[in-house]
């Protein structure tokens, strides 16, 4: 009995030193952007269209007939969405640097409303959630056996299952609500999503998202897409998106700079709004010549211009606490809500062995530039900068 005891003892010390040696090697790591984020997928909101821009020559070369096609007729309207590319350019260029700086004003100003919010707790999650990460984790778990456990989604590879309880979602708003009507400094989600919060400036990352994928979402999404990177994500970016009916209405088509994506409906109450999902991103590249220029298409840089009147979607209903599990690189958008307002926690799962072969964005080998925290998931090892497997730029 006393060498069970001992070998028990034995086993718990280990493992906690793994996780020890797993969160510093995470917290020493340097993480990367690749340099396509400068200039690929910049969504012109007015025109429903992600265009490149590496200069006014090659833009005005690729981009003038389709901008035409959409409206943008006379030069001061092609003027003006000159004025806020360059606008976002600078924006990405300085993205590092204002991000560190917002977050830490962050730190000193704002005062939390619900600082529990701010730790994972179990509670905080739904009964069948956990009981679906537990199976994952357990040495018989097999995809057979979790799709058993899954609500069923009309859209290829895409799974919907509760995540929180109620009362959480409620007391996340309530925290959400009040950081957005503080003084504290506050920055766009991403280039699409005008109204909502990167959760990393609000230092939720190290006591929530983080465990929050490796203990629940990996077992997950390793079962489910280990041939998409399921099986080895290492970082994540979350943010929560807003749509009101005096803001954000919806989402335009798009891809996510994610191997996997994490939906959840936080609330409030809404009506419509529901999820649709297309083609895989490599479908709509198959098609893209048909609608852009030849040196467009050699970059790789706008595959979204295949119309969404010619995709054939998928719609998925999304219910408050309920997740929706997905491929980054399928194709997705969301309907207009018809009243009310809604919150949505996005969590993108990013797998450096994956990505740091192929770009997502730009579908390209990534090219490397040093960014702070988790970058864009990006890594480069020092036998890597031997080998020239990954280019610093």
Same mark, same amino acid.
């Given at each position: 009995?006393l060498? $069970?005891?001992?070998?028990?003892?034995?086993?718990?010390?280990?493992?906690?030193?793994?996780?020890?040696?797993?969160? *510093?090697?995470?917290?020493?790591?340097?993480?990367?952007?690749?340099a396509?984020?400068?200039? %690929?997928?910049?969504f012109l909101?007015?025109?429903?269209l992600?265009?490149?821009?590496?200069?006014?020559?090659?833009? @005005?070369?690729?981009?003038?007939?389709?901008?035409q096609?959409?409206g943008?007729?006379? *030069?001061?309207?092609?003027? %003006?969405?000159?004025t806020?590319?360059?606008?976002e350019v600078d @924006?990405?260029?300085?993205?590092?640097?204002?991000?560190?700086?917002?977050?830490?004003a962050?730190? %000193?100003?704002?005062q939390?409303l619900?600082?529990?919010?701010?730790h994972?707790?179990?509670s905080?999650?739904?009964?069948k959630?956990?009981?679906?990460?537990?199976?994952?984790s357990?040495?018989? /778990?097999?995809?057979? #056996?979790?799709?058993?456990?899954?609500?069923?989604v009309?859209?290829?590879?895409?799974?919907?299952?509760?995540?929180?309880?109620?009362?959480?979602?409620?007391?996340?708003?309530?925290?959400?609500e009040h950081?957005?009507?503080? /003084?504290?400094?506050? #920055?766009?989600p991403? $280039?699409?999503?005008?109204y909502g919060?990167?959760?990393?400036?609000?230092?939720?990352d190290? #006591?929530?998202?983080t465990?929050?994928? *490796?203990?629940?979402?990996?077992?997950?999404?390793a079962?489910?897409y280990?041939?998409?990177?399921?099986?080895c994500?290492? +970082?994540q970016?979350?943010f =929560?998106?807003?749509?009101?009916?005096?803001?954000?209405? %919806?989402?335009?088509?798009?891809y996510d700079? /994610?191997?996997?994506?994490?939906n959840?409906?936080?609330?409030?109450?809404? +009506?419509?709004?529901?999820?649709y999902?297309g083609?895989?991103?490599?479908?709509?590249l198959?098609?893209?010549?048909c609608?852009?220029?030849?040196?467009?298409?050699m970059?790789?840089?706008c !595959?979204?211009? =295949?119309p969404?009147? *010619?995709?054939?979607?998928t719609?998925?209903q999304?219910? =408050? +606490?309920? #997740?929706?599990?997905?491929?980054?690189?399928?194709?997705?958008?969301a309907?207009?809500?018809?009243?009310?307002?809604?919150?949505?926690?996005i969590?993108?799962?990013?797998?450096?062995q =994956?990505?740091?072969?192929?770009?997502?964005?730009?579908?390209?080998? !990534?090219?490397l530039?040093e960014?702070?925290?988790y970058?864009?998931?990006? $890594?480069?090892?020092?036998d890597?900068?031997v080998n020239?497997?990954?280019?610093?730029?």
């Amino acid at each position: 009995m006393l060498l $069970t005891f001992v070998v028990f003892d034995a086993w718990c010390i280990f493992v906690f030193c793994c996780q020890v040696m797993k969160s *510093e090697k995470y917290e020493f790591q340097k993480y990367y952007y690749c340099a396509c984020f400068t200039t %690929d997928n910049i969504f012109l909101d007015e025109y429903k269209l992600h265009v490149r821009f590496a200069s006014e020559q090659q833009f @005005r070369q690729d981009f003038s007939p389709v901008l035409q096609s959409l409206g943008c007729v006379t *030069e001061q309207q092609f003027q %003006d969405v000159l004025t806020k590319i360059n606008q976002e350019v600078d @924006r990405r260029k300085c993205f590092g640097r204002t991000s560190v700086e917002r977050a830490a004003a962050i730190r %000193d100003i704002y005062q939390p409303l619900h600082p529990h919010v701010y730790h994972l707790q179990e509670s905080f999650l739904a009964p069948k959630f956990k009981h679906i990460a537990e199976y994952c984790s357990g040495p018989n /778990a097999s995809k057979e #056996g979790l799709l058993e456990l899954l609500d069923e989604v009309p859209a290829p590879k895409v799974y919907r299952f509760p995540v929180f309880e109620r009362q959480f979602c409620e007391e996340l708003l309530q925290e959400l609500e009040h950081f957005e009507q503080s /003084a504290a400094p506050k #920055g766009r989600p991403n $280039t699409m999503n005008h109204y909502g919060i990167l959760l990393n400036e609000l230092h939720f990352d190290q #006591g929530f998202i983080t465990p929050f994928r *490796e203990r629940y979402l990996h077992p997950i999404t390793a079962l489910l897409y280990p041939d998409w990177g399921g099986h080895c994500l290492d +970082t994540q970016k979350a943010f =929560v998106v807003k749509y009101d009916m005096n803001e954000d209405l %919806d989402l335009s088509y798009h891809y996510d700079n /994610a191997e996997i994506t994490l939906n959840v409906s936080l609330g409030k109450d809404f +009506t419509e709004g529901n999820l649709y999902f297309g083609d895989m991103r490599q479908v709509c590249l198959i098609v893209h010549i048909c609608y852009c220029s030849f040196s467009c298409l050699m970059h790789y840089c706008c !595959p979204l211009q =295949v119309p969404l009147s *010619e995709s054939e979607c998928t719609e998925v209903q999304h219910k =408050v +606490t309920e #997740g929706l599990l997905h491929r980054g690189q399928h194709m997705h958008g969301a309907l207009p809500i018809a009243s009310g307002q809604r919150w949505n926690l996005i969590i993108w799962m990013r797998a450096s062995q =994956v990505r740091n072969q192929l770009c997502p964005m730009c579908q390209r080998k !990534p090219s490397l530039l040093e960014g702070e925290g988790y970058a864009d998931g990006f $890594t480069c090892q020092s036998d890597s900068l031997v080998n020239a497997s990954c280019s610093l730029a």
